[in-house]
């Protein structure tokens, strides 16, 4: 039987390099191999106590659709939180999407149509080839050295790679998969290259509030001078140790995209109701204390990472600076393979270590492939103890080649 | 400050016609003025316990990402409720989304490239026109018509619409917004058309348990001529009044369309967590009285419409067969202005009735000027106020011309 092909963008849309092995870990739990998670963001903390009382209050009625847009009362404590920051927005500058994966790919699609360019800084999260993938923009990615600490390039780097297709700059800041966070100075120089070349800046900025060593993190929305070209994608996600809940928001004080991004949300009609309401309670009642006690808990397990990092022959490792991940040269050929081979081949009394090899977070073909992002997201006895097995797994497997 | 231009989807893509008078009905709400929302298909009915419950069991702890494609009890469960209707899928076949909105525009992206048209039959579910701009593909529409009881046209009239840019045929059965439900014979056929032309068949399936008068719904997948064909879309928003919910599900027997489902779920993560555990639950113990009770309680509803909409002057409508939905022709030259009218100008004790200008339902420009859609789905009393009102606001429209 003929059957017709699937689309292009099926075809070669990239597999998730966090999510591609994960068949291999489902054989590897049911041959009785228990796996230490280092290769998703998935933290272990509870989710506040406020979320769950919010859902319990919302219970036994009729889980009704609600606005396109967010419900009134989270896009207002969203509010509230930047404003912590010294950051001033009203909610008609909110838009509530189903995760930040939603936020980024409205983000991309409001402002390219197919074929149109955003400048982005390799590596940098995986998921953003699928985004582009799926919306028809190419991204054009600038390479960022670890021996540069993974900040940006110098400034003419960046303009050379702007074309008439160009339609923005991408960031992700604290960087996923670097913990790298964009200094002041480099914001302001990204600021004035929208603003010259007349273009958007589109900021990932899911990890704010992770910000190690009393660094503070710049946000986009603190230039004035690009209010209009500014766009911020968010998401409760890590911030509330809330993955499931599927919760993000844009903030952008431009109103055509903001009526963009309305119009493509009432498509998709709404965002999960239940948790709104969860968010909208933790946003309204978290703490400085929550903040700081969050922080201190992952700069110390990123300490841990580097002291056992440390201890491990042939691989290169810069201390991230935010976020809660790291991107580690080690001295394999192939990081895929590699990460494989931990999952069906290695174990350690009955445990192995799982690892996102980092050939997917970069766009350049052939770059990341002796990489590995880990993502700090156990307690500090698991950490130790996922990390000495990846050093155990990593001289066993260099041996065996 | 010159600012970049937004992208032309942005720009373009349709304010939903369910959705862009929200403003106005919040304004009337500011002024005292209640409304019978006739305008959404949000069911009034109750959340089934079982989501309740299960959601409860799955509190206090990580809300954490799932796998991709869904968790494996629900696909499995979602098995179970197809064999009911006799047909038989495997988990493998099943992929769980985003509401039914996801189905629907990952359906759109694995079978067309940026360019590629579908062929479908409009009125049809209006989201389809925003579906289709954000995946940049070309909608080519059949008008189907009321003399006919909005059923396919003529065999001849669909082929000669087929160019080699056509991926697909899309349908929504039972109808959104006319209610029609599919023969056996209709379907057949398309099945036909779809191996003659070697191209895919789409089914929006949303409504599947709606059929009213002792009809039986025709699914796609029975028939293993197209099973690689085949790609079902389905929901749970209206199925359990889950709308807040955001679930819905992906059914297809062809693997090379579900690896690329799963690529494009990877890079969205996952679909809501606490939403899946629920549907799990409300799937495992829904019985045959709970889809029997449903369906009588609409059929009522439509029966209690068909009644009222009897003692209107100059209106047009057809008996619907299933699903909650019925368009209607009404003596107004632009429905768009009447439903605007209904909000900021009229009310009858402090109530006024909301309905969706049917115009968005259309692709071909200047349709359905003079139809409403009519969301059947509030209880008797509410219906017959809220129709009584709409009556007498078309009354006094009319009589201010």
């Given at each position: 039987m003929t059957t017709p092909n699937i689309s292009r963008r099926g075809d070669l849309i990239q597999e998730s390099p966090i999510r591609k092995l994960a068949p291999m870990a489902l054989d590897a739990v049911k041959r009785g191999i228990s796996i230490h998670h280092?290769?998703?963001?998935?933290?272990?903390?509870?989710?506040?106590i406020e979320f769950w009382d919010a859902v319990k209050c919302n219970m036994n009625t009729v889980l009704a659709y609600g606005p396109s847009i967010g419900i009134p009362a989270l896009r207002e404590s969203i509010c509230v939180y930047y404003s912590r920051s010294g950051i001033s927005i009203e909610p008609d500058h909110v838009m509530i999407t189903t995760g930040g994966s939603e936020a980024v790919i409205f983000s991309m699609m409001a402002t390219c149509d197919p074929g149109d360019e955003i400048i982005c800084f390799e590596p940098?999260?995986?998921?953003y080839n699928g985004f582009a993938t799926l919306s028809d923009v190419k991204l054009v990615p600038i390479t960022s050295s670890a021996e540069n600490g993974f900040h940006l390039p110098p400034s003419e780097e960046i303009t050379s790679?702007?074309?008439?297709?160009t339609k923005a700059i991408l960031i992700c800041n604290p960087n996923n998969p670097t913990g790298t966070i964009l200094t002041d100075a480099e914001i302001a120089e990204l600021a004035d290259i929208v603003s010259r070349f007349n273009i958007y800046l589109l900021a990932d900025?899911?990890?704010?509030?992770?910000?190690?060593?009393g660094r503070e993190h710049s946000s986009i929305l603190e230039y004035p001078e690009i209010a209009e070209r500014a766009v911020v994608m968010d998401s409760i996600s890590k911030r509330f140790s809330s993955?499931?809940?599927r919760l993000g928001n844009i903030v952008t004080r431009n109103k055509s995209l903001m009526t963009a991004f309305v119009k493509f949300g009432q498509a998709r009609l709404c965002p999960p109701t239940l948790s709104q309401y969860g968010a909208t309670e933790m946003y309204r009642s978290m703490t400085d204390e929550y903040f700081s006690s969050i922080v201190s808990k992952y700069q110390n397990r990123r300490d841990i990472l580097m002291e056992e990092l440390h201890?491990?022959?042939g691989i290169f490792f810069l201390k991230p600076e935010g976020a809660f991940y790291a991107t580690i040269k080690i001295p394999v050929e192939n990081t895929d393979h590699f990460a494989a081979w931990m999952l069906t081949d290695f174990s350690v009394d009955g445990w192995t270590t799982m690892v996102a090899p980092a050939?997917?977070?970069?766009?350049?073909?052939?770059?990341?492939?002796d990489e590995i992002r880990i993502a700090y997201v156990l307690e500090e006895n698991r950490m130790r103890s996922a990390l000495e097995i990846l050093k155990a797994g990593l001289q066993e497997y260099r041996a065996s080649r």
């Open positions: 280092l290769n998703i963001g998935q933290p272990d903390i509870p989710t506040p940098f999260y995986a998921n790679r702007i074309t008439d297709r900025e899911v990890y704010r509030d992770f910000a190690f060593d993955c499931g809940a201890g491990i022959d050939e997917g977070f970069y766009a350049t073909p052939g770059l990341g492939l």
